[in-house]
């Protein structure tokens, strides 16, 4: 037997191993957790937005400083502007930790993880009217 185990206590031993590997062992519902909020931290463009920035009258230099550039851009037979924001997010996430004890028992290890994935999707659509100027706007929203 080695001269490490002879001068460590049993009971020292134990609670060593047992904490390590208490620490080292997270379960699955707290990665997904930890996943998910990364996904929702990401800066985004959102309906809230659209609502709190986005009125008729505004000018469309306004709507590209509140939104960004359009994806589409359309004009009617007066031509008058509609402009298409189509945005489709995919999130995937992993999160894992791996856990063990490594002392004089052989070793023993594990881990845990998860994966998320989540889609948005959110289409904006902005009508103007002949000087520019935000006519009117509707949006549709979805995640899954």
């Known amino acids: 037997m080695s ?43 959102t309906v809230g937005k659209v609502q709190k920035e986005i009125r008729p009258g505004m000018s469309s230099a306004d709507v590209i400083a509140a939104l960004g550039s359009p994806n589409i851009v359309t004009t009617d037979e007066q031509r008058r502007e509609s402009w298409v924001y189509d945005k489709i ?9 791996e856990g063990g004890v490594f002392l004089l028992l052989g070793g023993v290890s ?19 009217d002949e000087n520019q100027k935000v006519k009117n706007f509707a949006y549709h929203s979805s995640s899954f």
């Not at 620490?23 to 931290?41: F, I, K, L, P, W």
């Not at 594990?110 to 103007?128: D, E």
């Open 3 to 45: 001269s490490l185990v002879k001068t460590i206590p049993y009971p020292t031993l134990i609670l060593t191993v047992l904490a390590s590997v208490i620490t080292g062992c997270q379960n699955t519902s707290y990665h997904a957790g930890q996943t998910q909020r990364s996904a929702d931290n990401a800066e985004r463009l």
């Open 89 to 97: 997010a995919t999130t995937a996430s992993y999160s894992r930790s």
């Open 110 to 128: 594990g881990g845990s993880g998860a994966a998320t994935t989540t889609q948005r999707t959110l289409t904006i659509v902005i009508k103007f």
